[in-house]
């Protein structure tokens, strides 16, 4: 055993079960799975043009104009007649609708008989047998639940602020889950109202930090999604410190 884990051996062995706080390096890691960023170009493409294109400001910015332009060639273009028999009643009045209704698809499809990579099979194994009581998650697609198969999945911020959680064995998909395409947190629009409830999810997570080690795994802290959950639960800190 190495230095570095002796020693988080023997800090971590007498604190409760530690919980996973997941990011998009996971999805990439274990499944080739796109970035936001490489998402977001491949939707680009039906539309006739480059991400360069809606790609100003941030991601959220620039997901909701690709939104627009994907809107139209949704119904338009006749390549997504299944979609459209499926989702009609529920895309009308939503703009972004038609854009999560694809994305959702894609990436379950594209784990459709995951199989871990051979030379992370041992690894990803590995975490499946791993003592943790429960994951966080910015990603939306399934994969969290095929590591952790009798997990219970919360989706969105409703999903955890409005259920009775009980903190052990759950998953909870703070921006929204493929199993709901609706609930994705994708563009600006999305992270306006996500940001009017920011606090209550901010307090939720605050429990968790408090009364448990959190392991980040898949993020670069360079990432936007996570400094803003991180000043929340900063914040958070310094109001109960008052």
Request: proline share 5%.
């Amino acid at each position: 055993m190495s230095d570095v884990a002796e020693f988080l051996a023997d800090h971590l062995r007498p604190l409760a079960g530690p919980y996973l706080f997941v990011g998009a390096g996971f999805s990439r890691r274990y499944a080739q799975l796109p970035n936001w960023h490489d998402l977001l170009s491949e939707f680009a493409k039906p539309t006739g043009m480059p991400f360069g294109y809606y790609e100003a400001g941030t991601l959220p910015e620039a997901a909701s104009k690709l939104a627009t332009a994907f809107f139209e060639v949704w119904w338009k273009s006749g390549n997504y007649a299944d979609s459209i028999a499926e989702w009609e009643s529920r895309v009308a009045g939503n703009e972004a609708m038609p854009l999560k209704v694809e994305i959702a698809k894609f990436l379950d499809e594209r784990l459709d008989g995951f199989e871990a990579p051979d030379d992370l099979k041992a690894e990803f194994e590995l975490l499946r047998t791993a003592t943790v009581d429960g994951v966080i998650t910015t990603n939306y697609d399934r994969l969290l639940s095929e590591a952790f198969p009798t997990y219970k999945v919360y989706v969105g911020q409703e999903g955890l602020l409005f259920s009775d959680t009980q903190g052990i064995a759950e998953i909870y998909a703070i921006h929204g889950s493929t199993s709901d395409p609706s609930s994705l947190l994708l563009t600006a629009e999305d992270y306006s109202v996500y940001d009017e409830r920011n606090a209550y999810l901010a307090a939720k997570l605050l429990t968790i930090f408090v009364e448990h080690p959190v392991i980040f795994l898949g993020y670069s802290f360079n990432d936007q999604n996570i400094h803003q959950i991180l000043l929340s639960l900063v914040k958070g800190l310094q109001d109960k410190a008052v």
